[in-house]
């Protein structure tokens, strides 16, 4: 969540870096009308989708200080006092209350791989409904992956805020999450549907093991990392892994797009 005041021009930091603003004037309102623009676009491709694994769109409203998007996990809003709607976010949240998948890694740390295809397999259908109707969510994570209760179904998409619809076929915004980038787009290169591919490879990779594909501390380094697309299978935390699961992961993280498995192979 970001809040950012609109009287004091001191804005909190709550995401990522580059939502800060100055202090001047003109600059705070061009923050205001460029990140409505956003979260429109936002709301205009959610709502268009109606999918069992993609997390239910319901409203999108805005009043005189907060933007709110509703959906049927949580309520996102961008505002001025946070607990104007913590009430209305509660009664939303026992809708879609099994938590992230990045929660259960954190918790189990390696998924048999029984239970790994479970989730990846509904996950490549929520991706395989974008694709054939233009979209690419380019934001595919762990925090991104919701469950519905305490099992492994259903698991949803969520998170639309990085998605695009691709009228032409593909795009060069360089943008998502660095650990989960496809190389591609670590290159600032054009890019289309496969790098939502790219990035369930590395949730699967994660889920086999406890730990990421790509990892440094350093943003830079890690970067470099995904631009190669190297990494490795270490033992003793892939000794227990078959053929098939080493197979599925090197068969979706490939560094050329055109050779990566795609969600209909599944």
């Not at 069992?52 to 009043?63: A, G, L, N, R």
């Not at 009664?91 to 048999?112: A, P, Y």
């Not at 068969?251 to 050779?259: F, H, Q, S, T």
Request: charged letters at 20%.
């Amino acid at each position: 969540m970001k809040i950012m005041s609109k009287t004091n021009l001191k804005p909190r930091q709550v995401g990522p870096p580059w939502y800060f603003v100055g202090c001047a004037t003109d600059l705070v309102l061009f923050f205001l009308s460029s990140q409505k623009e956003n979260i429109l676009r936002e709301a205009a491709i959610h709502k268009r989708l109606n999918s069992p694994y993609v997390v239910q769109f319901i409203d999108f409203f805005e009043t005189s200080k907060n933007f709110y998007l509703v959906m049927e996990l949580y309520v996102f809003f961008f505002c001025l006092f946070a607990c104007d709607c913590f009430l209305f976010s509660f009664s939303l949240l026992q809708r879609m209350n099994g938590g992230e998948l990045f929660e259960r890694i954190e918790k189990v740390e390696c998924f048999t791989e029984d239970d790994a295809v479970a989730i990846i397999m509904q996950v490549a259908k929520g991706l395989k409904y974008l694709h054939d109707n233009g979209v690419v969510h380019r934001d595919i994570k762990p925090e991104n992956l919701v469950f519905g209760n305490n099992s492994l179904t259903p698991i949803k998409l969520c998170d639309f805020g990085l998605s695009k619809v691709l009228d032409m076929g593909s795009t060069d915004t360089p943008c998502g999450t660095v650990g989960y980038l496809a190389p591609e787009i670590a290159k600032e290169m054009s890019h289309t549907f496969s790098v939502d591919m790219w990035a369930l490879g590395c949730v699967l990779y994660s889920m086999l093991c406890g730990f990421p594909a790509f990892y440094d501390q350093s943003v830079p380094i890690l970067t470099e990392k995904v631009k190669k697309g190297l990494y490795d299978f270490p033992s003793p935390w892939w000794d227990a892994v078959s053929d098939s699961g080493n197979a599925h992961t090197h068969g979706i993280l490939v560094a050329y797009p055109l050779l990566r498995l795609q969600p209909r192979t599944w």
